[in-house]
């Protein structure tokens, strides 16, 4: 095997010592960083007890479930829907058909440049939406228009020989496509496809700004309310580790998907049964 890429170079002994330092360099950066923040918390007294014991009140328990059930609600119609709404798109943009195929690169580039906050914003005040249906549409179309990038580009990945091979066998396209094409680009799709998902997850905090009771709008009932005099900072610091947790965890199983994907497909043996005298071909024998 070669010691180079076409990208770059394997690094000799001189430059893995310099990133081995830059490594090091980089890591007491910050633990300094982050022992400077813990300071700073323990200067001003966050992590008192009577800061943190209304975490122990049943209320404030139940309101923090809540919230994150209505996120998780939030999230799964989201993705769901966006899934959907990318496969249509991605349908119209490799259609046959010129008009279909303008009008959906036009809807797909006008959502992907649009702002979800905008999107969320415009749907909930000037139409009239609920929160929760506000939220899920504006990520639907954003999400939706990029994961339509997605599929197009897995379709595109797939050696082009292989649609060729099944136009050659009579294949219509809808055939083709189902068949042939769409099951060998889910490989590279996959880690996009749930990458994309992490990024619906963490946008369903905007439904925060239109009043949709999800897990940060719970944070700032149970931060602002007088009974609990609770600080916003302990609130910060239960919310956060829990959205980065939801966040790694699909991260994690992209990669995971991605490692999958990337082993050499297995074959398995398929019992055949023997040929029956009648199955032969006529001719002489």
């Given amino acids: 095997m070669n010691d180079s890429t076409a990208l770059y170079d394997i690094p000799g002994p001189h430059a893995r010592r310099r990133h081995l330092l830059y490594g090091v360099a980089s890591t007491v950066v910050i633990l300094a960083l982050a022992g400077w923040i813990l300071y700073l918390l323990f200067d001003k007294d966050q992590f008192t007890s009577t800061k943190w014991s209304p975490f122990l009140y049943k209320g404030i328990q139940e309101l923090l479930l809540e919230g994150l059930g209505n996120t998780l609600k939030a999230f799964a119609y989201a993705s769901v829907l966006s899934l959907a709404l990318g496969a249509v798109l991605a349908a119209g943009r490799l259609s046959d058909h010129r008009v279909l195929r303008w009008i959906s690169t036009l809807l797909v580039e006008f959502f992907r440049a649009m702002p979800v906050l905008v999107m969320i914003f415009f749907i909930f005040v000037a139409l009239k939406v609920q929160p929760l249906p506000a939220l899920v549409a504006g990520l639907t179309l954003y999400n939706g228009s990029v994961l339509a990038e997605v599929f197009r580009t897995g379709i595109h990945s797939v050696a082009r020989g292989q649609g060729e091979a099944a136009y050659a066998l009579g294949m219509r396209k809808t055939q083709v496509m189902t068949y042939v094409l769409v099951p060998q680009a889910v490989r590279a799709m996959l880690p996009a496809i749930i990458s994309q998902l992490v990024v619906a997850l963490k946008d369903t905090s905007l439904g925060f700004l239109i009043t949709y009771e999800e897990f940060l709008h719970a944070g700032k009932l149970i931060a602002s309310n007088l009974d609990y005099d609770l600080p916003f900072i302990p609130v910060v610091l239960v919310i956060s580790p829990i959205y980065i947790g939801m966040c790694m965890l ?15 497909p297995k074959t398995k043996a398929v019992d055949v049964d023997p040929a029956e005298p009648e199955t032969l071909l006529p001719g002489p024998q």
């Fill in 250 to 264: 699909l991260s994690w199983f992209a990669t995971w998907v991605a490692r999958r994907e990337r082993r050499d």
